[in-house]
């Protein structure tokens, strides 16, 4: 959702409480659908997006960075939603929310299996979760609610958000590769003719050790919010409304963000301690946008236009053996410092970086885009930590999202040249992984997820 | 088997808020003026008031026909108030229950065994709360159906007892799984008598401290892990036949409700996907997919007796329901072996997950059948 105004100008009444869910029928829509009107529109370039390049940077597993300095025009900008934690992010409009949205701090990722080999069940099913997850992302209750409802019966809303605020939830959609075929080679839903080239199998690249239960899926849902408790009830939701119809196949919970995509914001860290998405494409930066990570009329499909690619892989890092190895291993790896987090030989975080003062095996060197064609992807990864593992350490790493137009220009080019020379690969292994494609914004009250694909 | 908590069915012999709690009989001339007289002969059954005052009513019965009597008073949903067997020929025989506002029906059962002949009594005072005849028709039916359940069950039980006594290892693994059956497909109803279930169905990390382990699962224990019988085991397959004999004589009184029955059903799919899919109910035998069956088969039972009434309320879901039974009963077809099914460790994690959604599936629609009962 990024061509709306922002919502400065959106004054957002409708906290979670059990009385005024109720209150709202299914058949209001959650939010206004955008107009078209440009004389509505406001867009609030950023201040990095206006002074141009002038930072530097990269981080794990990713590129960024390069290129001149965005143009903004009133008509094509792309207004980046800046609200307040608490806030509502509208649901309604071109692209899907959750991509430019500024990242919010917390993650629940959920990759399904579709179950029914019932095409018509599969869209009824859609349209029921674009409903449910226009209502959750303004801050209402699923269905008939959480109380007040029979006491017979199940409430529809599982209840666990009762009361918090909408906390910026954003609920994207995507589809996978087997959902136009399967592993078998089926083609369950007569969308086999419909699969873009560019959906396919990741190929392996070395050192993978991928995880089938954690990697791939038929559909998928990422949930971002300010507030756990709100993603993860999102995720629980959609997934019990689908049970019969999709099952999960696994998820993932992300506790902070990694990359930003609001440049002038202070960077976050990952879990190595290293800033984590400088150069990210901005929000605000619709050019880049339109560029790198938006699908548009030339390379299609049609039902794909506005809609975009994601890439996810479950990072793991040996947290253990990075943590005892020295300082300057740790920038040279990275190719930045720790605390400032400026490129090698360069005083600032957001100094134009040096590629040629790095080792040639440093993070950011590979991941640049100079060293990559020009290659950029939007970053909205976020760090995990799920407990421990038999042996007592600490399962954790990098749950790496990223966004582009197009993944054979994109993450695999990158990632092939990252896999081979990244000298942070002694401290990191690929163990899940997934594409998918993320079909552009639902437009209206009448609109589905995914409704361009099926008809 | 399961954690305690509250169960769907109460049990009518827990606490005194129910319809009965006193069933005394005593031989008598009970003729008095307040008493309901009761007629039994082979072919009849005659009521002198087919409309009394509720409290303590006095039955005052009289068996003139050749054939040992029982008379028995029901709820609807032949839930039993009280009862009296063995009345002889010639016997009278008074009988004292609290019987609250409603409709009853009073049987004479001439031979002890049959549904009886009966006879419609009303009792006032009080509200009395509109029934509907065809969900009393499913509860009625839903009892016998357990009773029929408990029935089969103690033959099974005690071809099960007979090849622990005998010390005979294989015989009693062979035993083992069918003697649980009837058991797992009713269990809402057997849980509802809260102080059978412990006794018979707990599994070791269910004990609390000081309790004694008995049961099913202290003698699977003993068969599949410490592959030995124990003098000790002779006495618990004694002690499990004598706790199914209480369940057994017990299911008539249990109240039985549609709402519960409903629950119930959605209870045993909880029970498959906390215990069975996760292989911890037979962690031994491995004989789970036999109980997982069972807990289908029950839940099926319930909802195609309450149907009738649901697919009014809510066709939607009953379609759902339709559809998901059949789903998991084909899915179960798959692990089919002989008589019963394959052993559990031999169905790996990708196989648990696919029985685990199909019973997600059809759970999650199964919770709103109650509503679609009581709407």
Redesign the interface.
């Given at each position: 959702m990024t061509d709306q105004p922002t919502t400065d100008d959106q004054p957002v009444t409708d906290d979670r409480s059990a009385t005024d869910d109720r209150s709202v029928t299914d058949d209001q829509p959650a939010a206004e659908p955008p107009t078209d009107d440009a004389a509505t529109r406001r867009t609030v370039p950023s201040r990095r997006a206006l002074l141009g390049w002038g930072g530097a940077g990269l981080a794990l597993g990713a590129a960024a960075g390069g290129g001149a300095a965005a143009a903004l025009s009133n008509s094509d900008a792309t207004a980046q939603p800046v609200a307040d934690s608490g806030a509502a992010v509208p649901f309604y409009g071109a692209h899907q929310a959750g991509i430019a949205t500024a990242v919010q701090d917390r993650l629940h990722f959920a990759a399904f299996?579709v179950?029914t080999d019932d095409r018509d069940e599969l869209i009824a099913l859609l349209k029921e979760w674009t409903k449910a997850a226009a209502r959750m992302t303004q801050g209402h209750a699923v269905g008939g609610g959480a109380v007040g409802g029979?006491a017979?019966?199940?409430p529809d809303d599982t209840g666990e958000a009762l009361g918090l605020k909408p906390s910026r939830l954003t609920l994207t959609f995507g589809v996978g590769p087997t959902l136009f075929k399967d592993k078998k080679g089926k083609d369950r839903f007569g969308l086999a003719g419909r699969r873009p080239e560019a959906l396919l199998e990741l190929p392996a690249f070395p050192g993978d050790n991928l995880d089938a239960?954690r990697s791939g899926g038929d559909l998928c849902v990422q949930a971002c919010a300010d507030d756990p408790q709100v993603a993860v009830h999102a995720i629980r939701n959609l997934a019990?409304i689908g049970?019969?119809?999709v099952?999960i196949r696994w998820s993932q919970l992300g506790f902070g963000k990694t990359s930003s995509t609001t440049p002038d914001a202070q960077t976050p860290r990952n879990m190595m301690g290293f800033k984590d998405g400088t150069r990210n494409i901005a929000g605000t930066d619709s050019a880049a946008l339109d560029k790198h990570v938006w699908v548009g009329t030339k390379t299609g499909p049609e039902w794909l236009v506005g809609g975009s690619y994601l890439v996810a892989r479950r990072i793991r890092m040996h947290i253990e053996t990075w943590d005892r190895t020295s300082l300057q291993e740790q920038e040279d790896v990275f190719g930045r410092t720790k605390g400032e987090g400026a490129p090698i030989g360069k005083p600032r975080e957001r100094d134009e970086p040096n590629l040629k003062a790095m080792l040639p095996t440093a993070h950011v060197r590979l991941a640049h885009p100079d060293s990559n064609g020009g290659a950029r992807i939007l970053r909205r990864g976020y760090s995990f930590t799920d407990g421990t593992d038999g042996l007592g350490r600490l399962d954790a790493g990098l749950f790496f999202l990223a966004y582009q137009r197009d993944v054979r220009q994109g993450f695999i080019p990158v990632q092939q040249k990252l896999a081979r020379n990244d000298a942070l690969n002694e401290y990191i292994q690929h163990v899940g992984s997934a594409l998918f494609a993320v079909p552009p914004g639902v437009r209206g009250a009448d609109d589905w997820w995914g409704r361009a694909l099926f008809t | 088997m399961r954690a305690a908590r509250s169960s769907a069915v109460t049990a009518i012999a827990a606490v005194a808020s129910l319809a009965a709690v006193s069933g005394c009989a005593e031989k008598s001339d009970a003729k008095g003026s307040d008493a309901i007289r009761i007629t039994a002969s082979n072919d009849k059954c005659e009521v002198s008031k087919t409309k009394f005052p509720a409290g303590h009513v006095k039955l005052a019965v009289e068996n003139k026909g050749s054939k040992v009597t029982e008379v028995y008073v029901y709820a609807p949903g032949d839930r039993i108030v009280t009862e009296r067997e063995n009345i002889g020929s010639g016997l009278k025989v008074s009988i004292t229950a609290e019987i609250k506002a409603g409709t009853y029906e009073i049987a004479c059962k001439p031979g002890m065994k049959g549904h009886g002949i009966r006879q419609k009594v009303t009792v006032t005072g009080g509200k009395v709360a509109k029934r509907n005849p065809k969900l009393d028709k499913a509860v009625a039916d839903y009892r016998a159906y357990a009773q029929a359940q408990a029935d089969e069950t103690l033959p099974k039980a005690q071809a099960f007892a007979d090849a622990v006594k005998k010390g005979d290892l294989e015989a009693a693994k062979k035993a083992y799984a069918p003697s649980r059956v009837g058991w797992e497909r009713t269990e809402p109803v057997a849980e509802s008598f809260g102080d059978i279930d412990p006794k018979v169905d707990i599994r070791e990390d269910g004990l609390e401290k000081g309790q004694k382990w008995t049961g099913w699962h202290r003698l699977e224990k003993s068969l599949w892990k410490d592959k030995k019988i124990t003098a000790e085991d002779k006495t618990l397959a004694d002690q499990l036949i004598k706790d199914l004999k209480d369940w057994q004589k017990r299911v008539g009184t249990a109240d039985i409700t549609p709402t519960g029955m409903a629950n119930g059903a959605k209870e045993l799919l909880d029970e498959v996907q906390t215990g069975k899919v996760t292989g911890e109910e037979e962690r031994y035998s491995h004989t789970d997919l036999v109980d997982f069956e069972g807990n289908v088969d029950g839940a099926q039972k319930s909802y195609q007796l309450l149907k009738p009434v649901a697919s009014q309320n809510n066709p939607a879901l009953t379609k759902e329901l339709d559809k998901q039974f059949a789903a998991v009963k084909k899915l179960l077809d798959k692990y089919r072996e002989g008589d019963g099914f394959v052993s559990y460790d031999t169905v790996g994690e990708a196989k648990r997950k696919e029985l685990s959604d199909a019973v997600n599936a059809l759970a999650e629609p199964l919770s709103k059948l109650a509503a679609a009962v009581a709407k």
């Open positions: 299996d179950t029979l017979e019966a199940p239960a019990r049970m019969g119809k099952a | -």
